[in-house]
T-cell receptor, first 116, second 114 residues
Framework: QQQVKQSPQSLIVQKGGISIINCAYE??????FPWYQQFPGKGPALLIA?????SEKKEGRFTISFNKSAKQFSLHIMDSQPGDSATYFC???????????????FGQGTILTVHP | KAGVTQTPRYLIKTRGQQVTLSCSPI?????VSWYQQTPGQGLQFLFE???????NKGNFPGRFSGRQFSNSRSEMNVSTLELGDSALYLC?????????????FGPGTRLLVL
């Protein structure tokens, strides 16, 4: 059972454009939602994360928007650069109050290509 | 501070063999999680260890096992390898207390089963 669904599978944007990747989850017990960036030959690296007590979090050019009622969250990359070309994964875990925070459930990934 | 290290980085085995992969977490991190990454199934959780005890387990057959040592280093073992076990195996560590949900990944061990 895929508990986190990610779309699109691939995305092509022009330099300077906005990249938007969406994720939807099923398990309402999830309370920690990170986004990871992975370059070829490397392990995933944490980009930004959000907890459901806020609807938006911004770090530099990266913003997470969170809609608890719709069970959806998205990553926005502003002013996309060729160096942002990578695979992006959304994920979810049950964090506070439990012992399952070491178990991340990942979306299927989005291959982002930013053309110069 | 050094990141998560995994050894070996690349491995070629044949069907039926067994393999052991190693992971050294970031200094001070006591939780270690393992994931399998394949093009078809994506990133899937294998298991998590904390203080030498398995705390969480994913939906993988018993051929996949792991352990953690007192210095938090972890190993995972796959016995009776199958072609479908070819994957990138990733290890991640996290600390206790605030931000304990944040997992830091190593570069992975790429396993090819022939």
């Amino acid at each position: 059972q895929q508990q986190v669904k990610q779309s699109p599978q691939s995305l092509i944007v022009q330099k300077g454009g906005i990249s938007i990747i969406n994720c939807a989850y099923e398990n309402t017990a999830f309370d920690y939602f990170p986004w990871y960036q992975q370059f070829p030959g490397k392990g995933p690296a944490l980009l930004i994360a959000i907890r459901p007590d806020v609807s938006e979090k911004k770090e530099g050019r990266f913003t997470i928007s969170f809609n608890k009622s719709a069970k959806q969250f998205s990553l926005h990359i502003m002013d996309s650069q060729p160096g942002d070309s990578a695979t992006y994964f959304c994920a979810a875990s049950i964090g506070a109050g439990g012992t399952s925070y070491g178990k991340l459930t990942f979306g299927q990934g989005t291959i982002l290509t930013v053309h110069p | 501070k050094a990141g998560v290290t995994q050894t070996p980085r690349y491995l070629i085995k044949t069907r039926g063999q067994q393999v052991t992969l190693s992971c050294s977490p970031i200094s001070g991190h006591r939780s270690v999680s393992w994931y399998q990454q394949t093009p078809g199934q994506g990133l899937q959780f294998l298991f998590e260890y904390f203080s030498e005890t398995q705390r969480n387990k994913g939906n993988f057959p018993g051929r996949f096992s792991g352990r953690q040592f007192s210095n938090s280093r972890s190993e995972m073992n796959v016995s009776t390898l199958e072609l479908g076990d070819s994957a990138l195996y990733l290890c991640a560590s996290s600390r206790q207390g605030r931000d304990r949900e944040t997992q830091y990944f190593g570069p992975g061990t790429r396993l090819l089963v022939l």
